[in-house]
């Protein structure tokens, strides 16, 4: 029986685990490593062999395939925010030779959605997917990440993009300036730049400079004490600070914007699917109304973009799933 070898690698985090092709659902064993305590990839996959399959019951892998947040071209990997260099060769070639694939962190994402379960989504909006049509994921966190995926006569494939740095568009005289503001900090902006954690922060940032909204004392403690995204988005889900609440809507409503992109760029009847560690910690927010008003809000293609269902992933490790299926396939 074959034994599959998944990482979801990261410039903070690398998760491997090790599956059973019937057991898909859930690992064998499955650990996490701060990725930079280690020089590189190979030394943590040894790292986690020792108690994965060596010296235990556990099988050793058969194949293997890991998810890399960075480009992937060849089979080889520049990991983004770490010095490390991954060769799939040269990594088989310590994993006594078994196949081994890389593949962008977000193309994992989309191998693991058509084989998510009704438990692991929450839909917001729109009809039933249409199966066999094209399917769009969209997932914020600490970047933003864009694929789509195309039905090929007996599966879906994947196709890796980099449509999170495309330019952001503003459709409003406010965002028009917040386009102004940020331009003056990164000569460029994409909708990474707003859709993002780090966008999250960019927006309160304009807010408070730009349009001059007032900081409460003890909420500038807070933002110097802890990751100030997460304190924006809390205290916006939980109104309490007029800021954070403005900044969480417009977050929102440029997520929704995009998200419709995406599904007009694939005519996406399969449903546009949002990943990424954002979309479910601010679930209530897209449920408002403000996300799909912003997805639907496309002019004569408006009708179509009603039809189509948005979903919110809730699997814990959508990435380690994929990166197990794209092993096998």
């Not at 499955?30 to 399959?53: N, P, Q």
């Not at 996406?268 to 679930?283: C, D, E, Q, R, T």
Request: net charge negative; charged share 20%; aromatic share 8%.
């Amino acid at each position: 029986m074959e034994s599959i070898l998944a990482g979801d690698v990261g410039g903070t985090n690398t998760r491997l685990a090790l599956y059973e092709p019937g057991w898909l659902d859930a690992p064998v064993v499955a650990e996490v490593y701060r990725s930079g305590d280690f020089e590189s990839l190979e030394a943590i996959v040894e790292r986690f062999g020792e108690t994965a399959w060596r010296g235990s019951s556990g099988r050793a892998p058969t194949r293997a395939g890991f998810g890399i947040a960075g480009p992937v071209d060849r089979n080889v990997a520049q990991v983004t925010n770490l010095p490390w260099r991954v060769d799939g060769n040269q990594l088989s070639a310590r994993l006594a030779g078994i196949p081994v694939r890389l593949i962008n962190d977000l193309a994992a994402i989309g191998y693991a959605v058509p084989r998510l379960q009704s438990a692991h989504l929450h839909q917001i909006g729109g009809g039933n997917p249409v199966p066999e049509e094209p399917i769009g994921v969209i997932a914020s966190g600490t970047g933003l990440g864009e694929c789509f995926l195309i039905w090929s006569g007996s599966r879906f494939q994947v196709l890796s993009s980099e449509g999170g740095h495309t330019d952001f568009a503003p459709r409003s005289p406010l965002e028009i300036r917040l386009l102004e503001f940020l331009t003056a900090k990164y000569k460029r902006v994409s909708w990474e730049r707003v859709v993002s954690g780090q966008g999250l922060v960019n927006i309160y940032e304009f807010l408070r400079d730009r349009e001059d909204m007032p900081e409460p004392p003890e909420l500038a403690e807070a933002l110097r004490k802890e990751d100030p995204a997460a304190v924006i988005s809390r205290s916006g889900l939980e109104r309490r600070h007029p800021i954070c609440d403005r900044a969480l809507d417009l977050f929102v409503s440029a997520f929704g914007a995009e998200a419709g992109n995406v599904c007009l760029k694939a005519l996406a009847k399969g449903g546009i699917y949002l990943a990424g560690g954002i979309a479910a910690k601010v679930l209530p927010r897209l449920e408002e109304g403000g996300f799909r008003f912003a997805f639907e809000n496309k002019g004569r293609f408006q009708a179509f973009l009603r039809t189509v269902p948005v979903f919110v992933v809730l699997h814990p490790q959508p990435g380690l799933l994929g990166a197990a299926i794209a092993a096998l396939e």
